[in-house]
């Protein structure tokens, strides 16, 4: 197939229909175990019966205190992905991190090991932008079986971080992205990476990292 720079684009965004139903959900759950949970253990509800709801009232507000920081991520989580997860530039790639966690590349945890782990450590509420200078791509593969795909970047990333007009940076070595993180199919933008990682003219009409 012929890609030409008209029909690849160099912005791509993170999915988020589903990001958007999993904190409605969370958030509705949080709301009632939050409300519900000191009504009931102030005895200001009662059960059916009649009877204190004391029990009820301390297994809700027990509820409320991981629902709400699940929420609470939920949020942050759609807030960081307003700005494109990966924009190509003239420079190189500059990539939106958010939520990279210690546990990242551990295999077989389980998913609310690694949810868990993201709120107590405050990781999950961390956001940061990467650098790809194009000298340093080495490969972009998708891999993986189909639904568990991922876009592997094989390259040496920086980490800026300014200080009014200083610059500094850490730097790092790879990173992945799962299937489910883009609107756009990871052939889609492995393809776009490498035309205009292989055609300096037309990533010379891109903007630059940081703009």
Request: proline fraction near 6%.
């Amino acid at each position: 197939m012929i890609h030409s720079a008209s029909n690849l684009a160099p912005v791509f965004y993170s999915k988020m229909w589903y990001r958007y139903v999993g904190v409605s959900v969370t958030t509705t759950l949080a709301v009632f175990s939050s409300v519900l949970g000191p009504l009931y253990l102030f005895d200001i509800l009662k059960r059916a019966d009649g009877r204190p709801g004391t029990d009820a009232g301390i297994a809700l507000s027990i509820m409320a205190g991981p629902f709400c920081s699940v929420a609470l991520l939920g949020w942050f989580d759609i807030h960081a992905r307003r700005k494109p997860l990966l924009r190509i530039c003239k420079e190189g790639l500059e990539l939106n991190v958010i939520g990279a966690s210690s546990l990242d590349g551990v295999p077989l945890v389980p998913p609310i090991v690694r949810l868990m782990w993201l709120i107590l450590t405050l990781q999950g509420f961390k956001k940061q932008t990467a650098w790809i200078p194009w000298e340093t791509l080495r490969s972009v593969n998708v891999v993986g079986l189909p639904m568990v795909r991922s876009l592997l970047i094989d390259a040496t990333l920086v980490y800026p971080t300014f200080h009014g007009d200083n610059l500094t940076a850490k730097v790092g070595d790879n990173i992945g992205f799962r299937d489910a993180e883009f609107q756009d199919p990871l052939e889609s933008i492995a393809a776009a990476i490498l035309y205009f990682g292989n055609d300096r003219d037309a990533r010379d009409r891109l903007p630059s990292l940081g703009d």
